[in-house]
Structure formats: C-alpha cells, structure tokens
Nanobody, 115 residues
Framework: VQLQASGGGLVQTGGSLRLSCVAS????????MNWFRQAPGKQRELVAR???????NYADSVKGRFTISGDYARNAIYLQMNNLKPEDTAIYYC??????????WGQGTQVTVSS
C-alpha cells in the first residue's frame, strides 16, 4: 500500500489549503482514512477521519474550519482547511487503517501558516 499526499504549502493566517491523498496498490479491508499532523516538538495527533460510510470525526481544534471528504471508489481523501492559524503549522500525514489493525502512512506534506 502506498499513500501519496499533496497540497501543502505556505499560507498566511486566515488563508486556505486543500490536501489530497490517494492510496494505491493491491489491498482489501480498508476501513478508515485519516489525516494526522505533527508539529515540531509535539506528538502526532489525529486531525480528522472518514470511514467507508463517510462518517467523519474531527479534533476539537479544527472543528468548523477543516472539512474531510473522501471517495472510497478511488481510495482518496481530501482535507479542506480554511481560516488557517499559525498553530496549524505542522507536517500533515495521510493514514489508511485496515481491518486487523494494520495501517499505513504517507510521506507527509508540510503546512506552514505565517502570522
């Protein structure tokens, strides 16, 4: 399983970015796809997740600003990030979780929000 994430960049406070992630390879049992992030000196944290029924969950810090969407026919997810804040600066990782507690990670994409 390979995960390819894209869409990071540098934006000013209040700006927007859209991240994309596609899972490729031969696999079955994909249950959820998720976005995590890790800021310098901090632990990796879950930002948003979407399951195969398109139920979504968000970290409290991003509710109302970020929207996760997905297309499981294409094994793709997206993260629309609006009203970005400097504290959103982090490396954002795409994650795919499978039945049997297996999961895979993408390479990460840097998001930097300037004040």
């Amino acid at each position: 399983v390979q995960l390819q994430a894209s869409g990071g960049g540098l934006v000013q406070t209040g700006g927007s970015l859209r991240l994309s992630c596609v899972a490729s390879g031969r696999f079955s049992g994909l249950s959820t796809m998720n976005w995590f992030r890790q800021a310098p000196g901090k632990q990796r944290e879950l930002v948003a997740r979407i399951d195969r029924d398109y139920n979504t969950n968000y970290a409290d810090s991003v509710k109302g600003r970020f929207t996760i969407s997905g297309d499981y026919a294409r094994n793709a997810i997206y993260l629309q990030m609006n009203n970005l804040k400097p504290e959103d600066t982090a490396i954002y990782y795409c994650n795919a979780a499978f039945e049997g507690h297996l999961d895979y990670w993408g390479q990460g994409t840097q998001v930097t929000v300037s004040s």
